[in-house]
């Protein structure tokens, strides 16, 4: 059973840069084919997608967030994270690490299949 968990600040300042860390236990963040990303929940609408490192290293962003995303990770702590920058009220949500199903093929993200449990970010002053 694969668990994540999502550690981070509630609360950010306009303009500051949001850092998030999620740890993962039963299952490696080096392990084919899997991605481990970061979604997030506006308050009353839709999940957006966000990014994510894959198996192998490579890092793949939404287009809408690519100038201000970071994913990384630490596989010596089978950890991975998320930077966001220049945060504004309307990044304020509930960010989620989820591991992404990767096409062994193609190399393609297709789905995701756990998911932590969400922290609430809130940008104000």
């Known amino acids: 059973q694969v668990q994540l968990q999502e550690s981070g600040p509630g609360l950010v300042k306009p303009s500051q840069t949001l850092s998030l860390t999620c740890s993962v236990s039963?299952?490696?963040?080096?392990?084919?084919?899997?991605?481990w990303g970061w979604i997030r929940q506006f308050p009353g609408k839709g999940v957006e997608w966000m990014g994510a490192?894959?198996?192998?290293?490579?890092?793949v962003y939404s287009p809408s967030l690519e100038s201000r995303t970071s994913i990384s990770r630490d596989t010596s702590k089978n950890q991975f994270s998320l930077q966001l920058t220049s945060m504004t009220p309307a990044d304020t949500a509930g960010y989620y690490c989820?591991?992404?199903?990767?096409?062994?093929?193609?190399?393609?993200?297709?789905?995701?299949?756990?998911w932590g449990k969400g922290t609430l970010v809130t940008v104000s002053s």
């Open positions: 989820v591991r992404d199903l990767v096409d062994s093929v193609f190399g393609r993200i297709y789905g995701l299949d756990y």
């Open positions: 039963g299952g490696s963040v080096a392990a084919k084919y899997y991605a």
């Open positions: 490192i894959t198996y192998d290293g490579r890092t």
